[in-house]
Every structure is written in structure tokens, then in C-alpha cells.
């Protein structure tokens, strides 16, 4: 078994900061990719951005310069420095992770989802 879990979510004014956290536990062997999307009313799930094991970024256009992509491997976990926030911004923020299971599993897993709101 294994489990995404997002935390940071919340209500914030335009021009404010959020962090979210995902943590991933479980039968985990190993981690490659991990990143965020998010899916707004209406819209499709898109990606926000992403990390490699080794440290490489991708950002949507839409976010670069304001949100950060980071992650603590030793503990499984990802993080997005969200600044500078828009009401554009406003979503339901997933985790998701590449990754081998310990049973040798290769697949991508989803966290239930965090809602961030931004008020104009």
C-alpha cells in the first residue's frame, strides 16, 4: 500500500504565500518523479510542476518566478513555495509520484487533493 498525503492547503488574499506538503509512505522502494497539478472548476488537471530524483525542475509558464518545487527525499516528501498567488490560482492541488514499490510495482500515484483558494 501506499499513500500520498497533501497538507497546506487554505484561504489566502491575493499577493500571499502558501506551502504545501505531500508526503509519501508506504511499501515505497524508490522515488523518481514527484510533482503537483492542479484542476480547477471546470478545467482539466494540469501540471504545476515537477522534480526528478536528481534535482531537475519543470514549471507551467504560468507559475514560474512565483511557485518553488522542492523535496526532501529521505523523507519522501515534496514541497510547493507558492508566492506572489492569483485568484487564477485557485484549485484543487494533487500529489503525485512516480515510483517502484517494494513488490516491484511501477506506477504513478495521486493524493486525494488540497484546495487553494485565493480571494481577489
Known amino acids: 500500500q501506499v499513500q500520498l498525503v497533501e497538507s497546506g492547503g487554505g484561504l489566502v488574499q491575493a499577493g500571499g504565500s502558501l506551502r504545501l506538503s505531500c508526503a509519501a509512505s508506504g511499501s515505497i522502494f524508490s522515488i523518481n518523479t514527484m510533482g503537483w497539478y492542479r484542476q480547477a472548476p471546470g478545467k482539466q488537471r494540469e501540471l504545476v510542476a515537477s522534480i526528478t530524483r536528481e534535482g531537475s525542475t519543470n514549471y507551467a509558464d504560468s507559475v514560474k518566478g512565483r511557485f518553488t518545487i522542492s523535496r526532501d527525499s529521505a523523507k519522501n516528501t515534496v514541497y510547493l513555495q507558492m508566492n506572489s498567488l492569483k485568484p487564477e490560482d485557485t484549485a484543487v492541488y494533487y500529489c503525485?509520484?512516480?515510483?517502484?514499490?517494494?513488490?516491484?510495482?511501477?506506477?504513478?500515484?495521486w493524493g486525494r487533493g488540497t484546495q487553494v483558494t485565493v480571494s481577489s
Open positions: 503525485n509520484a512516480a515510483l517502484l514499490t517494494v513488490a516491484g510495482v511501477y506506477g504513478n500515484y
